[in-house]
């Protein structure tokens, strides 16, 4: 299982578990989408942990970008995680969103983009395909996700637009075919995959999640999806980003509960119990 293998490779041994560091890490992803779309609340629960929000000055820009960062010193293992908003982008035409992305990945070589709307917010399609072009362009896969899934209204809208907007374009612009996802993945039926027709390599997927647990008179929904997002990003990036989707769902205890129960059949015995002590004590 390629996680399992990810995990050794980190440094989890049969003693010690993950094998600390003092070397400060430094790990980055762009999130954009429109406002009130659940941005930071969706990144509190991918990251299991606080965020703080701040404005950071972008290579040789004269605007300083928003950013939401996650720091941690935990255990001796210093590291931060930074997520580079599109807020605040000006002007907001093609060439300024080419510009941006290609800084970001010029210094910072991100993870992954991440795209945030909820039911209840507007999705301009051309910003988004601007965004979705860019990151194909610098080999960033495209996680576009679909906040409060269990609102009542405009959730299928949400879904619709991505799907609009990843099919295919132009043969000056990108062009995207349906990606197949093994059933057996726990993450199968929640999962939209598209790859770039040209490499056949995963260029973009879509999910709907409910970022956190939700209680009101009517009832209640649990935290959902979430789980299954970072499951496929850690499936489908490359063995070095793996590694740092790791970095930044660290300090995430409950993903790695799951994560113990979901493939406490498929991992060996003594490695899953050695994994088992490690979230136990360190999560």
């Not at 990036?237 to 793996?242: G, S």
């Not at 790695?256 to 360190?282: A, H, P, Q």
Request: hydrophobic share 35%.
């Amino acid at each position: 299982i390629r996680l399992e293998r990810a995990l050794k490779n980190f440094g989890f041994n049969d003693n010690t578990g993950i094998a600390y560091d003092n070397n400060p890490k430094e790990y980055n992803v762009i999130v954009a989408g429109p406002p009130r779309g659940g941005k930071s609340t969706l990144i509190g629960s991918l990251c299991g942990r606080g965020i703080n929000a701040t404005n950071i000055r972008l290579a040789s820009r004269q605007k300083e970008v928003s950013c939401f960062v996650k720091t941690d010193q935990h255990k001796g293992l210093p590291h931060s995680v930074k997520f580079w908003s599109t807020i605040g982008l000006d002007p907001w035409n093609k060439d300024s969103v080419k510009s941006y992305i290609h800084d970001i990945v010029q210094i910072h070589s991100p993870i992954f983009l991440l795209f945030c709307a909820s039911p209840l917010t507007v999705i301009t399609k051309e910003h988004l395909h601007w965004l979705i072009e860019s990151c194909i362009e610098e080999n960033i896969l495209c996680a576009l996700v679909c906040t409060n899934m269990h609102a009542r209204v405009r959730r299928n809208t949400v879904s619709q637009t991505f799907n609009d907007v990843l099919q295919p374009r132009t043969a000056n612009s990108y062009s995207l075919v349906p990606g197949n996802i093994d059933s057996e993945k726990p993450y199968a039926s929640s999962i939209t995959l598209y790859n770039d027709s040209k490499t056949n390599k995963p260029a973009a997927l879509t999910c709907q999640v409910n970022s956190i647990d939700e209680s009101s008179s009517e009832g209640g929904h649990q935290r959902s999806g979430v789980f299954e997002l970072i499951l496929a990003l850690m499936d489908l990036l490359p063995d070095d980003k793996l590694n740092e989707i790791i970095y930044m769902v660290l300090n995430n205890r409950p993903f790695w509960t799951y994560v113990g129960e979901t493939f406490s059949r498929d991992w060996n015995g003594k490695f899953l119990t050695n994994f088992r002590l490690w979230y136990e004590k360190f999560g």
